[in-house]
């Protein structure tokens, strides 16, 4: 059974950063790409980029170049987030989400997902 | 960015009434197209990709058409399991884009 299983929320301040991590399991990791999705006020939507776990290559929506990095460990099947200079813009819900197969973009397993809290 | 727009924001039906559910893209997109459930307090579910390509374990009544530039999600039979919210998803053009979703309710 393919498994996302993300890390716990966070409150952070103003300015810092956060590292959010999604623990796979049940498939070959290096297979899949390994996307990253936003959700705001339980509403929209947003695709943050992609990572191919077999070469560390990433795509990044060109919105969230300079505030996200992703990056994987293959050796424990982990993909990680980190978002860094918080705003109040970037409190969200925060998914990891596979890719489909040959590196198609649609998603059929997803994490529970990773509130983010910016607040003072 | 192509900017896929969902009508209606919000569907007020009763259960046992069918439905269909609109997203219309900017541009074509073929049929890089794809449907998503989200229930309160859930991961979204892959419902249709390709526009109308069956996923396994999603139930019949779901179904999908369309291509180009305007597509269809259609839901036959609304059960109550079926509310919430609905968003396509495109996978034509980077970046890939969400809709702003279609909210399911209860009349």
């Known amino acids: 059974e393919v498994q996302l299983q993300q890390s716990g929320p966070e409150l952070v301040k103003p300015g810092a950063s956060v590292k959010i991590s999604c623990k796979t399991s049940?498939?070959?990791?290096?297979?899949?790409?390994m996307h990253w999705v936003k959700q705001s006020h339980g509403k929209s939507l947003e695709w943050i980029g992609g990572i191919n776990p077999n070469n560390g290559g990433t795509s990044y929506n060109q919105k969230f170049k300079g505030k996200a990095t992703l990056t994987v460990d293959k050796s424990s099947s982990t993909a990680y987030m980190e978002l860094r200079s918080l705003t109040s813009e970037d409190s969200a819900v925060y998914y990891c989400?596979?890719?489909?197969?040959?590196?198609?973009?649609?998603?059929?397993?997803w994490g529970q997902g990773t509130l983010v809290t910016v607040s003072a | 960015d192509i900017v896929l727009t969902q009508s209606p924001a919000t569907l007020s039906v009763t259960p046992g009434d069918s439905v269909s559910l609109s997203c219309r893209a900017s541009?074509?997109?073929?049929?890089?197209l794809h449907w998503y459930q989200q229930k309160s307090h859930e991961s979204p579910r892959l419902l249709i990709k390709?526009?109308?390509q069956s996923i396994s374990g999603i139930p019949s009544r779901f179904s999908g058409s369309g291509s180009g530039t305007d597509f269809t999600l259609s839901i036959n039979s609304v059960e109550t399991e079926d509310f919430g919210m609905y968003f396509c998803?495109?996978?034509?053009?980077?970046?890939?884009?969400f809709g702003g979703g279609t909210k399911l309710e209860i009349k």
């Open positions: 541009q074509s997109i073929s049929n890089n």
């Open positions: 998803q495109q996978s034509n053009s980077w970046p890939w884009t």
């Open positions: 049940g498939y070959t990791f290096t297979e899949y790409t």
């Open positions: 989400a596979r890719g489909g197969d040959y590196g198609q973009a649609w998603f059929a397993y």
């Open positions: 390709y526009a109308s």
